[in-house]
């Protein structure tokens, strides 16, 4: 295998670890714990795996401890640090006995129910140290919440002698990750199950897992790539750069980003959706911040777009809703309208509100709506190009203030997609260490006994050496919402706070953002220099845990 | 002005410089020069600034030198390593003199002709010492080619007593540098021009010229960023990934990215020129290779694609140019046609090959390249989405083919363009300390008295301290072209050639990448670390100066 000079550099890197775990490991438990909300429900549904303490794993002497198998899952999208999550395990349990051993499930919880799996040892975990991606095992979406899986699960479980499972998830796989613990935990089948904080949306996070892995370097290499377009913008003084950033359900990564970038403008779903902004509105808020720019001579800019955006305003929200519905009820019909005759017919049919804003639409989102639509009938707003509908619009409203004399620019636009460029970088430093540490911990956690838990690395902020590992009951994050009609116990959904420091931070500067020139190129991650360029973690965790 | 953290440490940097020029330096003149082509005419065309001799740097003792006043300017569209070539002219000339002066025309060219500058003191260059993107004073295109404009020029030339213009850009801007030495030595105005290689494009290159400066740098972004998509298309095992890349004119960036990633796919548009391929040879091909690794399970891969393909296809240039042709003399005709009916129209009236092909175009794409043309009428190519009209036309194909049952997997496309990604990111160290040698070259071939030069920095996949610096007469690298239907003096553009070491390598190894999944992941430029990380130059330039 062909191996680039930062692959086979990178290789060796020995990731640092919480002075804690270098040696022998004790658990140190706290008191019992409780759900963030529903208590009684959230302890009635996990008679076994409710209330359990916080745990802090402290230097100390260890027994020594018999042989175990250990398996481990990676599940849903890719995150960077994923393979050294799976070379912490694996060297954890090594270390606890040299005759332990590590099973990958293949192609993510799929794996489990198939009885698709492979034995990972030394040599092949060795290839894929500070390595991005999953392909070690690969990853999938297959949700494990049902019975019959969790038993045909134990069968492959109890073939291998396996005695703890580790999945490495967002919140979604985690919530199912404490169900199975539950599960397995009432039936006494002894086995233990251990979650792993992964997302690069940064949207699994409380008070006690301070950040998820992968949200470090995603977020870094597109504020690389975010920065070398502002200094291309601020070169040729030309263009406006309308950048859309993943992340459909929270806007942490767009936020993360104008923090190091300090882009022109940033747009925040959450603040969109609290100050119940319309389609126009956030339009209106772009083409002023372009007006200004442009009576100061500079006809060029950068505007960031979290993913999820279109799903935040309300009003467009309701219009979806409405479409939905009116199609469900109107297909055929719809179906008999001539191709360019769609349009109208939309309009005259849905509530004078919605009908509105459809109109308002560039026809090409226009037609998108009313046609794509997925497998149930319904809309596909993934599918709409966010940062194109935005620039349109927005041209569409420049040209307007231009025939009344408000506006007397020049506005050409660019537009950009991040998302894949970032979700399988190699791991940055904190990455590293932060993943390295999370699957050691795990082990820990294992070798006590533990199930039901998240693995938790916190002080994320100090150097690697003071972090704290643990483990947090995952029943303590829970809280029961709705999903689908049904009242489900699910790990609360971290959406960006606009109290909280981060959002504050960047509502302060913003003015002045949006004025002046005030571009930070962050440059690409680096893995050998001084510790200030290497190791400093994202901008949102550091004005989160500042005292 | 808010920094990153890695902004402040590559400050410090100190680019590496040849050992000549690390002293006192003297010139070597080797014989006199011929141009590669049409001596006759070149010769008849430069009369004072063709023959002149090769130059080369070697330590020595110099006299004393005046000082100086110097003007540099930046022309055409970003490169990285553009501030570099700069502060080692500022440095060349600060210890040919601590008196010299550097000025600094704003937005390119046009700040010459429109007397638009300003003194870049050492402060000013401190703050751009190898950092991306030419802010410093921005860059522009407007073209020197009018003798007015050399007039207009040679007024602030005068008032600030400059002695030489330092005129940094790709091919045509370095040949029209030449045009104004020429003109400038014709009327004995005491002005010397010397040019410096520009351009990510890495088509100005030839026997004398190595490579263009940023081409090492926006290449090596870009396949970071590809890279990174590799690993998620690898993990995901899902999607096939249509890239394009920057490039219009010639197809290096596709090919260096292509071994440096081992992509499944990389076309080539001067291959496809070559072999007289068509747009379904071209879509043919990929599908083929996409069959072929359904038939192994894999629905996954990536696909390279130059952005100027359209314009290499012969029978798409042909199309184009009936296309143009026909809308010039039925413009009108052709508005009055309903919208619904344009596609229909248009097939009838073309002739039986363009009609054919012009059918065979999606939908989207047909409609572009009859409605939206430029000021002059013409189709704008470079507005088509190439990465998207071969996803839908290779989408097609297999869906044919499935009927056909001859393929039977599952295909889902991303699309991805990179350009302004790349153009400004921060130099490499290679374009760190070839930017620097050529500015610091530069001001060496003025102490030396030279004009009609282009700075040349060469040896350079040896040490930096073994490069050779020297300089290399602009006329000798010219040849008669057709421009605008007239016969103009230019540099000989360097395409990709199919007999060159670069496209052989990838030639040779492109039917295993295809197959296998060989994914090469290079990871981000890094500065601090081993040098085999950190230095090594691009495979095109390794392989081309292999001995």
Redesign the interface.
Known sequence: ???????I??AAYQPKLPQALKGAVVAKEGEPTQSVADQEAIKALFPNTYGMPLIQFVEGEAPAFPAINVGVILSG??APGGHNVISGLFDGIKKLNADSKLYGFI?GPGGLVDHNYKELTAEIIDEYRN?????II??GRTKLEKEEQFEKGYEIIKELGIKALVIIGGDDSNTNACVLAEYYAAKNYGVQVIGCPKTIDGDLKNEMIETSFGFDTACK?YA??I???Q???????KYW?FIKLMGRSASHIALECAL?V?PNICIVSEEVEAKEMSLDDVVTYIAQVIADRAADGNNFGTVLIPEGLIEFIPAMKRLIAELNDFLAHNGEEFAMVK??QQREYIIKHLSAENSAIYASLPEGVARQLSLDRDPHGNVQVSLIETEKLLSEMVATKLAAWKEEGKYNGKFGA?H?FFG???????PSNFDADYCYSLGYTASMLIANGKTGYMSSVRNTTAPAAEWIAGGVPITMMMNMERRHGEMKPVIQKALVKLDGAPFKKFAANREAWAKET?Y???????????T??CD?PTKTLQLEQAK
């Open positions: 295998m062909t191996k680039s000079a930062l692959q550099a990178r999208g890719q192609l390595t991005g991606g999953f392909d690969g990853s290499t690389e790539v920065g070398n377009i200094r291309d913008c601020n070169s040729a003084r750069h190091q300090q191709k360019s660019q950009h894949y460029e970032g979700r399988c970088a190699a005030a930070v190129y962050p440059g690409p991650i680096q893995y050998f220099g001084p200030e360029v400093e």
